[in-house]
């Protein structure tokens, strides 16, 4: 010890170096090459590892290092740090209280007068070893929001024309992993027809700047043949010097069960709960919606008011759950005679409107009549009645009124007179001028 003794006193002797020494945040280790003692150390050093600056020289690597453990390994070491100098060693250093202080330590050997010593750089990692382990975690959490937290990605190079489909995309159409190939086509291929002209157009619309992302939701066909309802959303992330786009990335999420949520209760929104038929609220939308279109492109529309006959006296002398059966009855026995074009709703208690785009007076005549008699069809000893019948009031745009209150108006009229005349029947409103 007397030797290392004399080295620090050297070092002592030259305080203008020890002070610049002891500015740094770094740990200096002047080292014995032969003993692994430490000859001399900076101020980071020895508060570091909680030491004063004597105690730091009564140790070594073998007792400040945890993970070089005795001579033999010392000895390899330094054999090492001799030829291949910067050595560069990750390791543990002991706290004086106990507990380690992970240091990266950069070491290169020197002569000096004649003998030859180590000058180790000890930096305390433990912040950045904190960081790359939250790295690390985050990077798993994101590999798998990646990988299984959603339903797939799609990579896009548009110069080589290469689309990438990860594997659970892949998975989430029924494919394996080593199937569909990776063009465009094969996407575009399976989109459902009627979904496929808007989902283009989105997509070139942001290819040319026109919106700031692509996102759509549409049908995309998986391996049975069958229609998942999907969201899927991308983003340029690559372009050319020139601007023009050249790599496009985007994720898809499979949404059908959401989407049929959505139209079942859009369904229950405007269907009528007791009949199946559209609502009041739902019917009344159409009408106004058709009658604008008709307006518009010069064509007829036919309105049906029907009621049925005599069903307060089914409710009173039967109960109010027949008369629901025979709400229901005919609600389903009108709409089994309608066109797909037409619409019938429930207006409220036993009357029910048609509302029949694009048909004049004649066309509509038949279509009241087909409803009337399949009113009269339904079996009504089944429902413990003898017959079911109905009055219908029908008027037409424009010639019975150019707004819906007026055409309403006039149906009901027409439905007044039909009653009036011996129920069971049809009768055609006034044209307005002789109203």
């Not at 002070?19 to 020895?46: E, I």
């Not at 549409?218 to 999907?230: A, D, E, F, P, S």
């Not at 020139?242 to 959401?258: E, F, H, K, L, Y």
């Amino acid at each position: 010890m007397g030797h290392v003794a004399g080295e620090g006193a050297r070092m002592r002797d030259l305080p203008a170096a020890a002070a610049l020494f002891d500015q740094m945040a770094d740990a200096v280790y002047l080292l014995d090459p032969q003993s692994s003692h430490v000859v001399w150390a900076n101020r980071a050093a020895w508060e570091v590892l909680g030491l004063t600056a004597e105690q730091v020289l009564d140790h070594s690597v073998l007792s400040l290092q945890m993970d070089v453990i005795g001579m033999p390994q010392w000895t390899e070491i330094a054999e090492v740090i001799r030829r291949q100098p910067p050595y560069v060693f990750i390791g543990r250093h002991r706290h004086r209280e106990g507990h380690e202080v992970p240091v990266e330590v950069v070491t290169t050997c020197f002569m000096l007068d004649g003998r030859e010593y180590f000058l180790s750089v000890a930096r305390d990692v433990t912040l950045r070893l904190s960081l790359e382990r939250e790295v690390r975690e985050r990077q798993h959490q994101l590999s798998f929001a990646l990988n299984e937290a959603i339903d797939g990605l799609w990579d896009w190079d548009m110069a080589s024309g290469e689309l990438y489909f990860s594997p659970q995309l892949k998975r989430m159409l029924g494919y394996g992993p080593d199937e569909m190939a990776p063009v465009l086509s094969t996407w575009s291929g399976n989109v459902h027809p009627d979904d496929a002209a808007q989902v283009m157009r989105v997509l070139t619309d942001h290819l040319e700047g026109r919106r700031s992302r692509y996102e759509a939701e549409y049908r995309l066909r998986n391996r049975n043949g069958h229609y998942l309802w999907v969201s899927d959303r991308g983003r340029v992330c690559e372009r050319d010097v020139s601007g023009a786009p050249t790599r496009v990335v985007g994720m898809v999420q499979d949404i059908t069960d959401q989407k049929m949520l959505q139209f079942k209760l859009e369904e229950l929104a405007a269907n009528d709960t007791l009949t199946g038929l559209s609502n009041r609220r739902h019917g009344e939308a159409f009408l106004d919606s058709q009658l604008a279109l008709c307006a518009r492109v010069g064509m007829p529309l036919g309105l049906c008011l029907v009621d049925i006959d005599h069903f307060k006296v089914v409710n009173d002398l039967h109960g109010h759950l027949l008369g629901d059966r025979v709400l229901r009855a005919v609600a389903q026995a009108m709409a089994g005679e309608l066109r797909r074009s037409d619409l019938a709703y429930r207006w409220g208690g036993d009357e029910f409107v048609v509302v029949c785009p694009d048909t004049g007076l004649p066309e509509l005549r038949q279509v009241a009549e087909k409803v009337r008699a399949a009113l009269l069809a339904i079996d009504g000893a089944a429902l413990g009645l003898s017959t079911i019948s109905a009055s219908i009031g029908v008027a037409v745009y424009p010639d019975h009124g150019e707004d819906v209150p007026t055409l309403m108006a006039s149906a009901d009229a027409a439905l007044y007179l039909a009653k009036a005349a011996g129920r069971d029947r049809i009768e055609v409103a006034r044209p307005m001028d002789s109203a």
